[in-house]
């Protein structure tokens, strides 16, 4: 079993819906929960990042964890074509001061005009 | 330019040969990292480095070395290329914060095939 599991899609979805993507895993030692987008042909990029459990927004994103349940999502609310990549889910504790990513699949979306 | 950067960014190989891909950043921050990208894998930990001649196995380092003797350097070696290394590989870089850890910054990638 995958640390860090995350539906790998495709998720295709019309201009303005809101997207739900969301990541499960097992190690319950996680304690920092980001979220990256990588579109196509590039570097991921970090979009969001939560400590511990709770919500985070800015702007149209939402980042949720719910450490009980082992849980995390990433909402996009009046999502753009512009918002059409792949976004990854990454966890990761301290190990000897170095932050070590673990990272979902990813999920490729694409928004539709 | 000011950021990460790999060099090449697309290489062919043949199995057996040596390739070294290169990434340099210009923040001077203190880790480096190398992560392999495959589907249905997602993003992976190969290497990663604290500080210069400080390095240590990710999660899957068979087959590939690592140096770092300078801070904004980071190439990463496939000794004996397979074809089980054709992949894109990514570097990032972080810095160390007060909370003990920070943003990896990705580089654009190196897309490798091995023949």
């Known amino acids: 079993q995958k640390e860090v599991e995350q539906d790998p899609g495709p998720l295709s979805v019309p201009e303005g819906a809101i997207v739900s993507l969301n990541c499960t895993y097992s190690?319950?030692?996680?304690?920092?929960f980001m979220w990256y987008r990588q579109y196509s042909r590039k570097g991921p990029e970090l979009l969001m990042y939560?400590?511990?459990?709770g919500n985070k927004e800015d702007g149209r994103f939402t980042a949720q964890v719910d450490k009980s349940s082992k849980y995390i999502s990433l909402f996009i609310r009046d999502s753009q074509p512009s918002d059409s990549a792949t976004y990854l889910c990454?966890?990761?504790?301290?190990?000897?001061?170095?932050?070590?990513?673990?990272f979902g699949q990813g999920t490729r979306l694409t928004i539709n005009p | 330019d000011a950021g990460i950067t790999q060099s090449p960014r697309y290489k062919i190989t043949e199995t057996g040969r040596q390739v070294t891909l290169m990434c340099h950043q210009t923040?001077?921050?203190?880790?480096m990292f190398w992560y392999r990208q495959d589907l249905g894998h997602g993003l992976r930990l190969i290497y990663y480095?604290?500080?210069?001649?400080?390095?240590d196995k990710g999660e899957v380092p068979d087959g590939y070395v690592v140096s770092r003797s300078k801070t904004e350097n980071f190439p990463l070696t496939l000794e004996s290329a397979t074809r089980s290394q054709t992949s894109v590989y990514f570097c990032?870089?972080?810095?160390?914060?007060?909370?003990?850890?920070?943003?990896?910054?990705f580089g654009p990638g190196t897309r490798l095939t091995v023949l």
């Open positions: 990032a870089s972080s810095e160390i914060s007060i909370r003990g850890t920070d943003t990896q910054y």
């Open positions: 190690n319950s030692a996680f304690q920092y």
């Open positions: 939560t400590y511990s459990s």
């Open positions: 990454a966890m990761s504790h301290s190990i000897q001061g170095a932050q070590k990513l673990v």
């Open positions: 923040w001077s921050h203190s880790y």
């Open positions: 480095s604290a500080a210069a001649d400080i390095t």
